[in-house]
């Protein structure tokens, strides 16, 4: 845990933030500004800076945030219409938090 990082703060409930999903490796919230209808960040709990710190003992943390994915974007009901699956990396990449953290949009209207 990083201690001046907001997601630690979120993830330890020090912030209140409304659940989508927990297990012991990850949560999932709501973006606070949607950029489309669906947006929520997939967050593993373990304070990972971004795609670039990753290391080998990270390798099922971020296989299994794919699955978690898989199941919100079901339960979002966008699964079939489509969604974007995003990793900002560093400032550059419009990385705002520095805790990695996946974004899943979704739920444009559908022509
Ligand atoms: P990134 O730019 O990839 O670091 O994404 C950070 C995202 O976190 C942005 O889309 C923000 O809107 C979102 N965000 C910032 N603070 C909060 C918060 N307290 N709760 C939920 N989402 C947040
Ligand atoms: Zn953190």
């Known amino acids: 845990m990083s201690l001046d990082c907001l997601f630690c703060k979120i993830v330890n409930r020090e912030i209140p933030s409304e ?3 927990e297990d012991d490796t990850y949560v999932v919230f709501k973006d606070i500004k949607p950029a489309a209808p669906v947006h929520l960040l997939l ?3 373990k304070h ?5 710190d990753l290391t080998e003992e990270d390798r099922d943390i971020l296989s299994g945030l794919f ?3 898989k199941e919100m974007a079901k339960e979002q009901g966008v699964n079939e219409s489509g969604y974007k699956l995003l990793f900002n990396v560093e400032k550059g990449g419009g990385q705002e938090i520095f805790h990695l953290h996946l974004h899943l949009i979704g739920g444009w209207k559908k022509n």
């Open 19 to 21: 659940f989508l999903y």
């Open 67 to 69: 699955m978690v994915a």
């Open 43 to 45: 967050v593993p709990k």
């Open 48 to 52: 990972i800076r971004c795609i670039n």
